[in-house]
Structures are given as C-alpha cells and as structure tokens.
C-alpha cells in the first residue's frame, strides 16, 4: 500500500522543529494523538523543484483518504480507518493516534494505524536481509502466517514496525478500499509462498 503519484498533491505539514518520524513512536507509547497539530498544504512540480503553497483551490481534493505527510505515516480518514476496522481478521493489534489536521478553512482529524504486537508474517528463507543483520532488503511473506492478517507491516529490531509506511493489505481488503474509492492509495505486488 502506497501513495499515488500526483502532479499536484495535498499534504500535512508537522511544525517547524518537530521531531523525526522515529523519535515520536517511543513518545507516543499509552497515548492516543499526536501533540501536536498539522498544517494541510499543496505540493506541486515545478521547475525548480517541489513548490508547497497553502493556496489548496486548484485540487480535485483537499482531503485525501490516505493523506501524504511530512513525516511519512499512513494518515488515514475516518473513513479509511473504518473500512480497515470492519476488515481486521485476527492478529492485527491495531489501534489508532489521532491527529488534527489544519487548512486555511477548516480542520479534520486523521488516523495513523499503530501495530501493538511485532507481526510474524516473514518466509526468512526466502527474505533477502542484508549481510550478518536483520535489516529487510526484500521481504518475502509466508502465506501461513499472512493469512490471520488483512493488513500488516514487516519486523524489524527497532520499534519501527510500530508506526511505519511499509503498509501491507490481503487481497479482500484492496478489494474492499477499491470498491468505497479511498482517493489516495495505489499497490503494488510482493512475494508471497
């Protein structure tokens, strides 16, 4: 599960000054929302480069399902959250940190899945690690141990797995995010034995 590729997208911006993505998840830990506020603005091409603007007039949509950030998480709607909800099948542990969400006329709130539990999903023979670590190049997943899961993430040593990008959906729920026209997510195949 990833973000679609835009030519003019939206975005939420964290504060000037805030922490790396990875620092927030060990100040997150028994809290349910970021302490903070975002700031919804426009990314675009432009010829020298990326050009963020609060102007968001030219957008089809301001308020994408699966919201592009500034600190690379999953920010999912109300209504994104909900569909995963009603298609959780057994071990996700999944709950959710809200944050609040600023544009220049109104404010939403979004959720970021996080994993209570390191997901097993992992076929380690077949997973391509980088030499003498447990640093993931290519994941390959074991349909076993996938299969009690609808939506999971990869292990890792750190509390990375936790709050990640590295989003991975079984077949029903893409089906599922496709058929309520979830605006923002794309997909892409891995490996699975």
Not at 38 to 58: A, C, F, M, Y
Not at 62 to 85: C, G, H, R, T, V
Not at 153 to 174: A, E, G, H, M, R
Request: no cysteine; glycine share 4%; aromatic share 10%.
């Amino acid at each position: 599960l990833s973000i679609k590729d835009f030519s003019e997208v939206p975005s939420a911006f964290a504060p000037e000054g805030t922490k790396l993505a990875f620092e927030l998840i060990s100040e997150l830990e028994g809290k349910s929302n970021l302490p903070f506020e975002l700031e919804l603005v426009k990314l675009s091409d432009g010829k020298n480069g990326v050009i963020k603007s609060r102007n968001l007039t030219n957008l089809s949509t301001a308020w994408f399902d699966y919201l592009p950030n500034s600190l690379a998480w999953p920010f999912m709607s109300e209504k994104f959250k909900d569909l995963i909800n009603e298609n959780l099948i057994g071990k996700e542990a999944i709950n959710w940190v809200s944050a609040e969400i600023n544009s220049i006329s109104e404010s939403r709130i979004y959720y970021i899945p996080r994993f209570q539990i390191k997901p097993d999903v992992l076929d380690i023979n077949q997973t391509l690690f980088v030499d003498g670590t447990d640093r993931i190049i290519i994941p390959h997943f074991a349909l076993d141990k996938i299969k009690e899961h609808s939506i999971f993430t990869i292990p890792s040593s750190n509390d990375l797995w936790k709050i990640t990008s590295q989003l991975y959906v079984n077949k029903k729920l893409k089906e599922a995010i496709i058929n309520e026209d979830i605006v923002g997510p794309s997909f892409e195949s891995v490996r699975v034995t």
